[in-house]
């Protein structure tokens, strides 16, 4: 039997009752299984000697002890024993609250086993919490020692394991009730994984795991445990995540190169590695791809050559006939680095065979931008597009989706309301979804359900595809979480920048010198230049505490300030979430034609907004955002020939993490080095894009931690596979 096939409930241990029960409910406890995959979070050494002199240096001590006198303090019903005691190093008090009855259990001159944490109060060596077990009640005079101390250890549990706990379960309660459920059920547990990897890979097998997790000889022998389960874990989650692969696409995630951020930091191809590259794109492109190509007023880059190469050969892959096969690539490239034409070019691939695409972005001023540069570039090429988002009005919307029906409409732009039930496609082959981080797993599995279809003629053998997925995304994942979280995707990664493109300027500024951020705008804003000003708030905050003015400046406040005070001879406009959609559409509009020269706006600048002719990028409360929000934002400047600039402007108030955040943000312009520092600084749970995916359910592995044994867990894991599929 596997463990989490034991479905017992806890009720049939002997010992747990009702009130157990609930208590061990609040641990989310409920069957004989679920207690014994209840892992320690850590192990209590008692094998080995900490005498009372050394509880300085240790969080707990770990002795033989005598007893050497009772005494009291306190009155009345708070009257409380304290036992002193001593080891040949030192003497100490243990404080035995609500235990008067400790008085006869360890009476004067008995020898005791006692493992706590200990302080000096009072000029006295004094513990409050503590393990305390009887040797002997009658001892000889002599302290115990060094040397017969030791024996005395041993004679108690080993290594204890330590687990996280909840009001009114006591860690002695749990670690008992775990060793009834341990000899009952843990005997005959089954391993998850084959047993030719555990062999090769020198793994403990389950039953032994768990038993040594919950009742270890050794400290060693309970790490060993740890590594195996971590082990198991990943293999796991590697085996799902290609097992989805070869159901949606009948074969493993390839293994990308893998993107080493040193490579990224000097990437260049040499003059011949690039005219390869480009060849081969060259003759991949079709009739229609090649004239979108002349009319574009630059030249694609090597990256975005290379991409788009992988992306044709992989939707003609999906059209051959009978193919189960559909590309499910995710598109890294940090931002700016052109994704948006990427994605179009393969749109125009899949109107070149006459199949329908959804391209899905998390905005409404994003999907617009999106639908206005498609128009741009293939309208003139006969590409039927359409743009759908919550706003339109019904008629229209019903129209758009007849047509979308009955496949007249080629490409529709739009946001969430792609994904509404009554958007019916009359062929989808392909799914683009932009900033994919904003999205969840199981939106994404809605899209592609709209263009499910059946894949094989033969009666037998009823197959079905399901459309090829593009995924974009601008805030890089780490190589290490991409494996586990997009680990059924394959990864391209632009490493290259459009070309004449400066490296955004980063400066760090204190609240107090912004008048010089201000002058520094102002001459950029004299040179025809254009600006934005980021607040973290949109509105003051309102406390019910006036005399602590948070001191956060808000987008609201500051816009009257930027356009009265500072800026009053040029054009101020604000936005942010609150402000109408068609508002914010027109001053988007304006801000691209220059008729707002500054933009006083919250995060919502943060995707997408793409404005050549701005420059400078003033960021308030800096410490306010997350690291990939802040290079988001960055990232709105930099996008034409000219120098730009970024402030990230802070308080005084600065947490160490803040510190390093926005010393992270200055020292690097590389978003996959930032995220890679992102992940240290916060951890995987927190990254963006990991937590909203709804992938990561570790609960021993941590697969930044464990990257290592990910790499090898993954390796045995589609091996496996790969045997099993192949006969
Ligand atoms: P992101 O990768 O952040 O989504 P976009 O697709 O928004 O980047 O592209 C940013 C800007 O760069 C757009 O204005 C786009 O037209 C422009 N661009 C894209 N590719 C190139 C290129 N090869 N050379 C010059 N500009 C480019
Ligand atoms: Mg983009």
Redesign the pocket.
Do not use: W, Y
């Given at each position: 039997m596997k463990l989490s096939q034991i479905t017992v409930p806890v009720t049939a241990l002997a010992g747990v009752g009702a009130s157990t029960e609930k208590l061990l409910a609040n641990l989310n406890i409920f069957t004989v299984g679920d207690l014994l995959t209840y892992w320690p979070k850590t192990w209590d050494d008692r094998t080995k000697l900490i005498p009372l002199a050394e509880f300085a240096n240790h969080k707990k001590v770990n002795t033989v002890a005598k007893v050497i006198d009772h005494a009291w303090f306190g009155y009345g019903r708070m009257r409380t024993l304290k036992l002193v005691i001593a080891d040949s190093s030192a003497q100490a008090e243990l404080l035995c609250f609500n235990r008067p009855f400790m008085e006869k259990m360890f009476p004067v001159d008995s020898l005791i086993r006692v493992n706590g944490s200990f302080y000096v109060k009072y000029r006295t060596l004094q513990s409050a919490s503590f393990d305390i077990s009887l040797i002997t009640e009658a001892s000889s005079d002599v302290l115990p020692d060094a040397e017969n101390m030791e024996q005395y250890l041993h004679t108690g549990n080993g290594v204890l394991p330590v687990y996280a706990l909840t009001a009114g379960l006591s860690q002695t309660q749990l670690r008992k009730i775990i060793g009834v459920a341990l000899r009952q059920y843990a005997k005959g547990i089954e391993n998850e994984i084959p047993e030719d990897v555990i062999k090769r890979q020198k793994l403990m097998s389950k039953a032994e795991c768990v038993f040594a997790m919950h009742a270890p000889q050794t400290p060693e022998q309970a790490e060993k445990a740890r590594q195996s389960l971590i082990f198991e874990e990943l293999y796991l989650f590697q085996k799902a995540i290609g097992e989805r692969s070869l159901q949606h696409r009948g074969s493993l995630p390839v293994e990308t190169d893998t993107i080493s951020t040193d490579l990224l930091a000097a990437h260049s191809l040499s003059p011949s590695d690039e005219q390869a590259v480009e060849k081969t794109f060259t003759a991949s492109l079709s009739p229609r791809q090649k004239d979108a190509i002349a009319r574009?007023?630059?030249?694609?880059?090597t990256g975005?050559m290379s991409v788009i190469t992988q992306i044709n050969a992989d939707i003609d892959k999906s059209y051959e006939k009978e193919s189960r096969f559909s590309m499910a690539r995710l598109?890294q490239?940090?931002?700016?680095?052109?994704?948006?034409?990427?994605?179009f070019f393969g749109c125009l691939r899949i109107c070149d065979y006459g199949g329908q695409c959804a391209l899905l972005a998390p905005t409404e001023l994003l999907a617009r931008?999106h639908a206005e540069?498609a128009a741009q570039l293939l309208e003139p090429l006969s590409v039927k597009l359409a743009f759908l988002t919550g706003n339109l009005k019904a008629a229209e919307r019903n129209k758009l989706l007849k047509e979308l029906k009955e496949g007249n409409i080629n490409i529709v732009i739009g946001t969430h309301a792609l994904f509404s039930s009554n958007v019916v496609y009359k062929d989808l082959r392909l799914a683009v979804i932009?900033?994919q981080h904003r999205f969840g797993v199981l939106q994404r599995n809605a899209i592609l359900e709209k263009g499910r279809r059946e894949a094989s003629s033969s009666a037998q053998e009823q197959a079905f595809a399901v459309p090829n997925l593009l995924m974009?995304s601008?805030t890089p994942i780490p190589q290490t979480l991409a494996l586990t979280v997009f680990g059924d995707l394959d990864v391209s990664v632009?490493t290259?920048?459009?070309?004449?493109?400066l490296p955004v300027k980063t400066h760090l500024c204190r609240e107090e010198s912004r008048e010089n951020v201000f002058s520094f705008v102002r001459k950029e804003l004299e040179q025809g230049r254009q600006a934005y000003f980021v607040y973290p708030l949109i509105k003051a905050q309102e406390t019910d505490d006036t005399d602590t003015d948070s001191g956060l400046k808000s987008a609201e406040e500051m816009f009257e300030t930027l356009q009265k005070k500072i800026f009053p001879d040029y054009s101020v406009a604000l936005i942010h979430s609150q402000v109408d959609e068609e508002k914010q559409r027109s001053l988007m509009a304006d801000f691209k034609e220059n008729k707002i020269q500054i933009l006083v706006a919250t995060s919502v600048v943060e995707v997408?907004v793409?404005v050549?002719n701005a420059t400078c990028m003033v960021i308030t409360h800096a410490e306010r955002f997350g690291l990939a929000a802040l290079h988001q934002l960055r990232?709105r400047v930099g996008?034409g020939t000219a120098q730009s600039h970024c402030f990230l402007v802070y308080s005084d108030k600065l947490t160490e993490t803040g510190k390093a955040r926005l010393k992270a943000l200055y020292e690097s312009n590389n978003g996959f080095v930032i995220a890679e520092q992102d992940l240290e600084l916060r951890g995987p749970g927190e990254v963006l894009g990991v937590q909203q995916s709804g992938y990561l359910t570790l609960s021993i592995a941590d697969p930044v931690r464990d990257s290592a044994i990910l790499q090898i867990a993954r390796k045995e894991a589609f091996a496996t596979l790969q045997t099993a599929y192949a006969t």
């Open positions: 574009l007023p630059f030249k694609l880059t975005q598109i490239g940090d931002v700016g680095s052109g994704k948006t034409l990427v994605a931008q540069n932009d900033e974009m601008a632009i290259t920048m459009p070309h004449g493109r997408g793409d050549p990232g996008r």
